[in-house]
T-cell receptor
Framework: DAKTTQPNSMESNEEEPVHLPCNHS???????IHWYRQLPSQGPEYVIH???SNVNNRMASLAIAEDRKSSTLILHRATLRDAAVYYC???????????FGAGTILRVKS | DTGVSQNPRHKITKRGQNVTFRCDPI?????LYWYRQTLGQGPEFLTY????????KSRLLSDRFSAERPKGSFSTLEIQRTEQGDSAMYLC???????????FGPGTRLTVT
């Protein structure tokens, strides 16, 4: 399984943008980049996924480097509810059999 | 639709006992996954089903672990002769394959004393 590298933790102020980086230098041409997050005491939840082009949805934006060796999850205005562990995962289009790393713990300060 | 549900939410058992967990997926989701998560780590894949067929099992799933999805709806995960190392959160997820995304339940926290 292709591996991703994320910072252990990051901190943000409430209502400011947050950029969560992910390195995936061994990504294959068919690997999609999936992001999930896990709020305290809950199961993970889907955030966003993409292949080559940048993607936007109501939760976040995903910026993918041109060489696809890295990507950044962007939360446009962090809220206290966004405090969670964020996982960057490589997989097929459908996110089958996810292989989670340790993720990035995001702390949001009020 | 109430999402993926798991029961029980918490289970404390003594070493050597058998335990069984249940997962009810989102209705009409044909794929169902089991993961295990220990403190400070991301979830680890254990096994998954498409309808009632178990398509893959991780090497983490020792002979003491067995999972079933008899009618392609709910699933059970049984651990026989529990060990302290089995203490973890057991997560279930379902997906409407081939549509994307996995929807996770809240998990069952197992403590083996």
């Amino acid at each position: 399984d292709a591996k991703t590298t994320q910072p252990n933790s990051m901190e943000s102020n409430e209502e400011e943008p947050v950029h969560l980086p992910c390195n995936h230098s061994t990504i294959s041409g068919t690997d999609y980049i999936h992001w999930y997050r896990q709020l305290p005491s809950q199961g993970p939840e889907y955030v966003i996924h993409g292949l080559t082009s940048n993607v936007n949805n109501r939760m976040a934006s995903l910026a993918i480097a041109e060489d696809r060796k890295s990507s950044t999850l962007i939360l446009h205005r962090a809220t206290l509810r966004d405090a969670a562990v964020y996982y960057c995962i490589l997989g097929d289009l459908y996110g089958n059999k996810l292989v989670f790393g340790a993720g990035t713990i995001l702390r949001v300060k009020s | 639709d109430t999402g993926v549900s798991q029961n029980p939410r918490h289970k404390i058992t003594k070493r050597g006992q058998n335990v069984t967990f249940r997962c009810d997926p989102i209705s009409e989701h044909n794929r169902l996954y089991w993961y295990r998560q220990t403190l400070g780590q991301g979830p680890e894949f254990l096994t998954y089903f498409q309808n009632e067929a178990q398509l893959e099992k991780s090497r983490l799933l020792s002979d003491r672990f067995s999972a079933e999805r008899p009618k392609g709806s709910f699933s059970t995960l049984e651990i026989q002769r529990t060990e302290q190392g089995d203490s973890a959160m057991y997560l279930c997820a379902s997906s409407p394959w081939p549509a994307g995304g996995q929807y996770f339940g809240p998990g069952t926290r197992l403590t083996v004393t």
